[in-house]
T-cell receptor, first 116, second 113 residues
Framework: DGGITQSPKYLFRKEGQNVTLSCEQNLNHDAMYWYRQDPGQGLRLIYYSQIVNDFQKGDIAEGYSVSREKKESFPLTVTSAQKNPTAFYLC???????????????FGQGTRLTVV | QQQVKQSPQSLIVQKGGISIINCAYENTAFDYFPWYQQFPGKGPALLIAIRPDVSEKKEGRFTISFNKSAKQFSLHIMDSQPGDSATYFCAAPSGAGSYQLTFGKGTKLSVIP
């Protein structure tokens, strides 16, 4: 079945540590996204990528980094510079195009990151 | 950047009632308006969407109403069921040709028996 796989489901980070969240898709989608979800804040865009080897900052990119070396993969690193990383992180992808193609986002099941 | 304003923030409806969630947007150059449904601990999933050249779209108990002149679209859930309890998000592209989706802040719906 086609879809998006995020791992791990739960992740614990110590102060000052970098952690990487995995996101893989087999939908052959060009665009991939990372969102952060906090209670009452909706979904806030961290980074997005439209094609391999290219990515753009979203609204809250500070303290995060990404790479897009393969079409299928878009890992997110939460660096020690992110002072409040505890949140639910969601990866998504869309096809290239207009209308339904680039507004029907497919989401992974999320990674819950907690600072300990 | 596109702003998408969603209301209410939370909604409690009795089983069998009608749930109504509203969304207002700014940019008129959009060609598709989706609603997403998210259950606790899961990622959102597309529920229903509408093109701006129609005023209403119905899929089962879910209906989108679109008011182009007012720049608003709303989600109506008829005969609401406890299984509909979830968080609902509207979304719009952040600009013409943009791949970014801007989401509303979400509405937490609770359907009580």
């Amino acid at each position: 079945d086609g879809g998006i796989t995020q791992s791990p489901k739960y992740l614990f980070r110590k102060e000052g540590q970098n952690v990487t969240l995995s996101c893989e898709q087999n939908l052959n989608h060009d665009a991939m996204y990372w969102y952060r979800q906090d209670p009452g804040q909706g979904l806030r865009l961290i980074y997005y990528s439209q094609i391999v080897n290219d990515f753009q900052k979203g609204d809250i990119a500070e303290g995060y980094s990404v790479s897009r070396e393969k079409k299928e993969s878009f890992p997110l690193t939460v660096t020690s510079a992110q002072k409040n990383p505890t949140a639910f992180y969601l990866c998504a992808s869309t096809a290239r195009g207009t209308g339904r193609l680039n507004t029907e986002a497919f989401f992974g099941q999320g990674t819950r990151l907690t600072v300990v | 950047q596109q702003q998408v304003k969603q209301s209410p923030q939370s909604l409690i409806v009795q089983k069998g009632g009608i749930s109504i969630i509203n969304c207002a947007y700014e940019n008129t150059a959009f060609d598709y308006f989706p609603w997403y449904q998210q259950f606790p601990g899961k990622g959102p999933a597309l529920l229903i969407a509408i093109r701006p050249d129609v005023s209403e779209k119905k899929e089962g108990r879910f209906t989108i109403s679109f008011n182009k002149s007012a720049k608003q679209f709303s989600l109506h859930i008829m005969d609401s069921q406890p299984g509909d309890s979830a968080t609902y998000f509207c979304a719009a592209p952040s600009g013409a040709g943009s791949y970014q989706l801007t989401f509303g802040k979400g509405t937490k719906l609770s359907v009580i028996p």
